[in-house]
Protein backbone atom coordinates (compact mmCIF):
# COMPACT_ATOMS: atom_id res chain seq x y z
CA UNK A 1 0.00 0.00 0.00
CA UNK A 2 1.05 3.47 -0.59
CA UNK A 3 1.12 6.30 1.28
CA UNK A 4 1.27 10.13 0.25
CA UNK A 5 3.19 12.38 2.31
CA UNK A 6 3.63 16.15 2.50
CA UNK A 7 6.95 16.89 0.66
CA UNK A 8 7.28 19.43 3.09
CA UNK A 9 5.65 20.66 6.44
CA UNK A 10 2.66 23.28 5.21
CA UNK A 11 2.39 22.17 1.58
CA UNK A 12 -1.49 21.71 2.09
CA UNK A 13 -1.15 25.07 3.57
CA UNK A 14 0.76 26.29 0.62
CA UNK A 15 -1.30 25.20 -1.92
CA UNK A 16 -4.41 26.06 -0.92
CA UNK A 17 -3.22 29.68 -0.30
CA UNK A 18 -1.86 29.76 -3.81
CA UNK A 19 -6.06 28.74 -5.08
CA UNK A 20 -6.76 31.61 -2.98
CA UNK A 21 -4.75 33.61 -4.82
CA UNK A 22 -5.57 32.62 -8.19
CA UNK A 23 -8.92 32.65 -7.21
CA UNK A 24 -8.19 36.67 -6.90
CA UNK A 25 -6.19 37.33 -9.77
CA UNK A 26 -8.11 40.36 -11.81
CA UNK A 27 -8.85 39.22 -14.86
CA UNK A 28 -11.12 41.37 -18.10
CA UNK A 29 -15.28 40.44 -17.39
CA UNK A 30 -15.24 38.44 -20.12
CA UNK A 31 -13.30 35.63 -18.68
CA UNK A 32 -13.69 36.09 -15.03
CA UNK A 33 -16.50 33.93 -16.02
CA UNK A 34 -14.56 31.13 -17.07
CA UNK A 35 -12.17 31.20 -13.62
CA UNK A 36 -12.53 27.93 -11.89
CA UNK A 37 -12.52 27.92 -7.81
CA UNK A 38 -9.06 26.66 -7.25
CA UNK A 39 -9.12 26.33 -3.56
CA UNK A 40 -12.10 23.89 -4.64
CA UNK A 41 -9.72 22.14 -6.68
CA UNK A 42 -6.89 21.82 -3.84
CA UNK A 43 -9.58 20.94 -1.60
CA UNK A 44 -10.43 17.62 -4.12
CA UNK A 45 -6.62 16.97 -4.99
CA UNK A 46 -5.82 16.75 -1.13
CA UNK A 47 -9.19 14.71 -0.74
CA UNK A 48 -8.00 12.49 -3.54
CA UNK A 49 -4.17 12.56 -2.60
CA UNK A 50 -3.89 12.91 1.26
CA UNK A 51 -7.14 12.35 2.89
CA UNK A 52 -6.12 11.61 6.20
CA UNK A 53 -4.27 15.44 6.08
CA UNK A 54 -7.26 17.35 5.07
CA UNK A 55 -9.67 18.11 8.11
CA UNK A 56 -12.74 20.25 7.88
CA UNK A 57 -11.25 23.02 10.18
CA UNK A 58 -8.87 23.79 6.93
CA UNK A 59 -11.52 24.29 4.54
CA UNK A 60 -13.65 25.87 6.91
CA UNK A 61 -10.68 28.64 8.00
CA UNK A 62 -9.94 28.50 4.10
CA UNK A 63 -13.68 29.80 3.54
CA UNK A 64 -13.92 32.41 5.91
CA UNK A 65 -10.47 33.67 4.87
CA UNK A 66 -12.12 33.34 0.60
CA UNK A 67 -15.59 35.38 2.11
CA UNK A 68 -13.35 38.32 3.89
CA UNK A 69 -10.84 38.39 0.63
CA UNK A 70 -14.10 38.69 -1.94
CA UNK A 71 -16.56 40.72 0.96
CA UNK A 72 -19.11 37.98 -0.30
CA UNK A 73 -21.83 37.07 3.09
CA UNK A 74 -18.95 35.89 5.77
CA UNK A 75 -19.56 32.13 5.68
CA UNK A 76 -20.85 31.66 2.03
CA UNK A 77 -17.49 30.17 0.98
CA UNK A 78 -16.53 28.17 4.47
CA UNK A 79 -20.14 26.31 4.27
CA UNK A 80 -19.23 25.48 0.61
CA UNK A 81 -15.49 24.36 1.35
CA UNK A 82 -16.60 21.86 4.23
CA UNK A 83 -19.48 20.28 2.29
CA UNK A 84 -16.71 20.24 -1.17
CA UNK A 85 -14.30 18.53 1.40
CA UNK A 86 -16.15 16.16 3.25
CA UNK A 87 -17.85 14.79 0.21
CA UNK A 88 -14.72 14.20 -1.68
CA UNK A 89 -12.94 12.61 1.18
CA UNK A 90 -16.34 10.58 1.19
CA UNK A 91 -16.71 9.78 -2.83
CA UNK A 92 -12.67 9.11 -2.95
CA UNK A 93 -13.39 6.38 -0.94
CA UNK A 94 -14.66 4.47 -3.27
CA UNK A 95 -12.41 5.35 -6.70
CA UNK A 96 -9.01 4.83 -7.46
CA UNK A 97 -6.96 7.96 -7.49
CA UNK A 98 -5.42 7.10 -10.68
CA UNK A 99 -8.79 6.71 -12.79
CA UNK A 100 -9.54 10.37 -14.53
CA UNK A 101 -12.63 9.25 -15.83
CA UNK A 102 -13.84 8.98 -12.23
CA UNK A 103 -12.38 12.37 -11.21
CA UNK A 104 -14.42 14.11 -13.49
CA UNK A 105 -17.25 12.57 -12.03
CA UNK A 106 -16.33 13.76 -8.75
CA UNK A 107 -15.33 16.61 -9.88
CA UNK A 108 -18.80 17.63 -12.10
CA UNK A 109 -20.31 16.24 -9.11
CA UNK A 110 -18.50 18.04 -6.39
CA UNK A 111 -18.18 21.20 -8.43
CA UNK A 112 -21.72 21.24 -8.99
CA UNK A 113 -22.58 21.24 -5.37
CA UNK A 114 -20.52 23.60 -4.13
CA UNK A 115 -21.81 26.35 -7.26
CA UNK A 116 -25.82 25.32 -6.15
CA UNK A 117 -24.33 25.91 -2.57
CA UNK A 118 -23.14 29.59 -3.60
CA UNK A 119 -26.40 30.04 -6.37
CA UNK A 120 -28.88 29.37 -3.50
CA UNK A 121 -26.66 31.31 -0.96
CA UNK A 122 -26.41 34.37 -3.35
CA UNK A 123 -30.84 34.12 -4.38
CA UNK A 124 -31.46 34.32 -0.42
CA UNK A 125 -29.83 37.05 0.19
CA UNK A 126 -31.07 38.97 -3.22
CA UNK A 127 -27.97 38.92 -5.40
CA UNK A 128 -29.41 37.89 -9.05
CA UNK A 129 -26.46 35.99 -10.89
CA UNK A 130 -25.61 36.14 -14.39
CA UNK A 131 -27.70 33.45 -15.90
CA UNK A 132 -26.08 30.57 -17.47
CA UNK A 133 -22.76 32.39 -17.00
CA UNK A 134 -22.47 31.34 -14.28
CA UNK A 135 -22.20 27.31 -14.33
CA UNK A 136 -18.79 28.42 -16.74
CA UNK A 137 -16.60 27.55 -13.63
CA UNK A 138 -18.42 23.96 -13.78
CA UNK A 139 -16.83 23.42 -17.55
CA UNK A 140 -13.38 25.44 -16.86
CA UNK A 141 -12.54 23.49 -13.62
CA UNK A 142 -13.31 20.20 -15.41
CA UNK A 143 -10.61 21.47 -18.06
CA UNK A 144 -8.23 22.64 -16.18
CA UNK A 145 -8.41 19.75 -13.80
CA UNK A 146 -5.21 17.79 -15.44
CA UNK A 147 -3.29 20.61 -15.19
CA UNK A 148 -3.50 21.80 -11.45
CA UNK A 149 -4.08 18.37 -10.15
CA UNK A 150 -0.58 17.20 -12.07
CA UNK A 151 1.07 20.70 -10.60
CA UNK A 152 -0.06 19.58 -7.06
CA UNK A 153 0.89 16.55 -7.36
CA UNK A 154 4.99 17.92 -6.91
CA UNK A 155 3.80 18.96 -3.00
CA UNK A 156 3.19 15.60 -1.59
CA UNK A 157 6.04 11.85 -2.30
CA UNK A 158 4.42 8.80 -2.41
CA UNK A 159 5.81 5.87 0.08
CA UNK A 160 5.54 2.86 0.76
CA UNK A 161 4.08 1.73 4.23
CA UNK A 162 5.78 -1.54 5.40
Not at 101 to 126: K, P, S, Y
Request: positive net charge; contains cysteine.
Amino acid sequence: MIENLPRFPGAIWLTLLMGLGLNNVPLPPEWSYWRPDFVVLSLIHWALCMRQNLNLFVAFFMGLLADTISYSLLGQHALGYVLVSYLAVRLSLRMSAEAFLQQFALIFIVVGIFMLINLWIRGVTGNVGPGLLYWMPLLSSLLVWPIYHGILGYFYVPRKMV
